[in-house]
């Protein structure tokens, strides 16, 4: 079986030298995804195997990536299995929002926040944007960790329940908070919100989605978020 320097040589059409500064930047980086995550300035490559790389990268994205949404999603399975090819392997967070007719058909989806490698500030403005644009029903809400644990933090709970207040009012409601990782996802559900005031870990209007907290586990074998009381259901 060819190693992953072996096929790194031939998909790049490395020289002997080339290859050197590859299998360097492999054991620096700690492997493959180490090597593709990494900023192409600090790979340490030569700059015509630099561009290389950036375009095997994006062809795999592109590849991995489904070409149109499914006509319709009714649950957040579908909703994990929709974005893991794009966001599973990111190294930052962001936000996005897929947006549906009353009958779950997919009418679009938008990536409304990109952050860093723990956090990402989100708008409620910029969450119902687009769905007020396409005159979304519904909408389901979706981001990333990149550190592979799709567990929910304290703020991506405080989160959901800002848009739930605010889907509430605008006559859009959201019908699920879907953590994706890779190793699994997580379902946050669109609880019943306390409270329309805007809470601690807001700035000015946004809130922030973080992994970097500490939130009790689901059941085992259970991908969904315990004590969670929806008030919006998959259509």
């Known amino acids: 079986m060819q190693t992953d320097l072996d096929l790194l040589r031939v998909a790049l059409a490395a020289t002997p ?7 360097r930047a492999l054991d620096e980086g700690g492997g493959l995804l180490g090597l593709f995550r990494a900023p192409s300035e600090e790979r340490g490559l030569p700059r015509r195997t630099r561009a290389r790389l950036v375009a095997w990268a994006e062809l795999v994205a592109r590849l991995l990536e489904a070409p149109l949404p499914p006509d319709r999603i009714d649950g957040a399975e ?7 090819p794009r966001l599973a392997l990111s190294a930052t967070e962001s936000f996005w929002v ?36 396409l005159r979304a029903a519904q909408i389901v809400v979706v981001h990333n960790h990149p550190s592979g644990d799709p567990t929910p933090s304290p703020e ?37 919100p306390r409270s329309p005031r805007p809470r601690g870990g807001s700035h000015g209007g946004l809130s922030e989605v973080s992994e ?20 919006s259901s998959w259509p």
């Open 156 to 192: 991506d709970l405080l989160l959901t329940e800002r848009l739930t207040v605010a889907g509430d009012l605008l006559g859009i409601p959201v019908v699920d908070h879907v953590v994706v990782a890779r190793r699994g996802h997580r379902s946050l559900g669109s609880p019943a």
């Open 78 to 84: 579908g909703v994990a299995a929709y974005f893991r």
């Open 98 to 133: 897929l947006m549906l007719d009353a009958r779950g058909r997919v009418l679009g989806r938008d990536c409304v926040a990109e952050g860093t490698l723990t956090a990402c500030l989100v708008h409620p403005r910029e969450v119902f944007a687009p769905a007020i644009r």
């Open 212 to 231: 970097s907290a500490v939130y009790s586990p689901p059941c085992p074998g259970s991908d969904s978020a315990p004590e969670r009381s929806p008030r």
């Open 17 to 23: 030298s080339e290859a050197e500064a590859l299998a």
